[in-house]
């Protein structure tokens, strides 16, 4: 059986990243694509001399040419510019919305069967922007922020509670940005519900909203810190596991950006929600039951995502 073929379109932080994830995780063969000269070849080649310590087999090659995307079988879109301290999200939208048309334009030319996977922000105008550019069918373009939300809630739940991070499982929906929704209902230690682990002492309410905000701005704490970029191991990893969903049909059930039709009460939109993902791209969308106060968060969110849409609108009138 021909190996599988990843490309990676950006290939800065989290572009690297990727590949090495892919490259060690032997997903297949890698392409990594950027509009610097001698950046993706100079990765490709670093990365490529893993392979004898490693024991990958797997091609890696960069380029400055999207015909060499041809026939990818999973597309990862992290093209653009990431956050600098101070900056919005929202502040890309304008760079990145062009750089959205240029990826989907070469996705739609080169690699339309594919899986389209956008971690570039701010991610739900992105990753609607580029399904527009591109004309793939919806369910083949997905966008990558809740499995990211999810493990870094997650990660906080666990050292709260003292708790293996394996036994913790968190649900982030909505828009990514500061209006998502960590939906505490669905968050469990090896199925018991946050509420229940308050009521027997693991934690407090007080505490548990602090982690729900630290959540919420966890893209922003890391920003704050490195100061030239933004976080890019966890994003790379969230993304990856997407991958291996669609690549091996694992039907993993994930919290991604998927567009919506009339599910939540949401048309044409792509929001954060729980989604299967497996070899026909986004499987099912599951619609889980919402308390009044997630559903008020959600709506929030839902509004916040529509802003950036009519933003977008205004700077490109193909959209
Ligand atoms: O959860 C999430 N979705 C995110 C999103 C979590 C973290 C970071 N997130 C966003 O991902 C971030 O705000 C950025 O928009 C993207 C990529 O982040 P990364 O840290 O990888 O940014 P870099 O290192 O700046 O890399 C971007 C690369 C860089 O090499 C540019 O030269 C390249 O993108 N670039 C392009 N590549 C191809 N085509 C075009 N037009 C282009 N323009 C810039």
């Given at each position: 059986m021909a190996r599988k073929k990843i490309a990676l379109i950006g290939a800065g932080n989290i572009g690297?990243?990727?590949?090495?994830?892919?490259?060690?995780?032997?997903?297949?063969?890698?392409?990594?694509?950027?509009?610097?000269?001698?950046?993706?070849?100079?990765?490709?080649?670093?990365?490529?001399?893993?392979?004898?310590?490693e024991g990958f087999d797997a091609k890696i090659i960069g380029t400055n040419d999207y015909a060499d995307i041809a026939g990818a079988d999973v597309i990862i879109v992290t093209a653009g510019v990431a956050r600098k301290p101070g900056m919005s999200r929202d502040d890309l939208?304008?760079?990145n919305l062009k750089v959205m048309k240029a990826v989907g334009e070469g996705i739609a030319a080169n690699a339309p069967e594919a899986f389209v996977i956008c971690i570039t922000n701010p991610l739900d105008a992105m990753v609607w922007a580029l399904r527009e550019f591109s004309g793939l069918p919806h369910h083949k373009v997905v966008g990558?922020?809740?499995?990211?939300?999810?493990?870094?809630?997650?990660?906080?739940l666990a050292e709260e509670f003292k708790v293996s991070v394996k036994d913790v499982n968190s649900f982030v929906l909505g828009g990514h940005g500061d209006t998502m929704v960590p939906v505490l209902e669905y968050s469990t230690v090896s199925g018991i519900p946050v509420s229940d682990l308050i009521a027997m002492g693991f934690s407090t309410q007080e505490r548990i909203d602090a982690i729900v905000?630290?959540?919420r701005s966890g893209g922003g704490e890391i920003v704050g810190l490195l100061k030239t970029g933004s976080a890019f191991y966890a994003p790379a990893t969230s993304a990856i596991t997407m991958a291996e969903s669609y690549i091996?049909?694992?039907?993993?059930?994930?919290?991604?950006?998927?567009?919506?039709?009339?599910?939540?009460?949401?048309?044409n939109l792509y929001v954060g929600v729980p989604i299967i993902i497996g070899k026909d791209g986004v499987e099912k969308v599951i619609e889980i039951n919402l308390t009044d106060e997630a559903k008020a968060n959600l709506t929030v969110s839902v509004e916040a995502v529509k802003e950036l849409l009519v933003a977008c609108k205004g700077i490109d009138s193909s959209l």
């Open positions: 690297g990243t990727l590949a090495h994830l892919a490259a060690l995780k032997n997903l297949g063969d890698i392409v990594l694509f950027d509009v610097v000269e001698g950046v993706p070849q100079g990765k490709a080649l670093d990365l490529s001399q893993c392979g004898p310590v939208l304008g760079i990558m922020a809740g499995v990211l939300d999810s493990a870094r809630f997650s990660h906080f905000q630290r959540t091996y049909d694992k039907k993993r059930v994930l919290p991604a950006a998927a567009h919506l039709t009339g599910q939540y009460g949401i048309d």
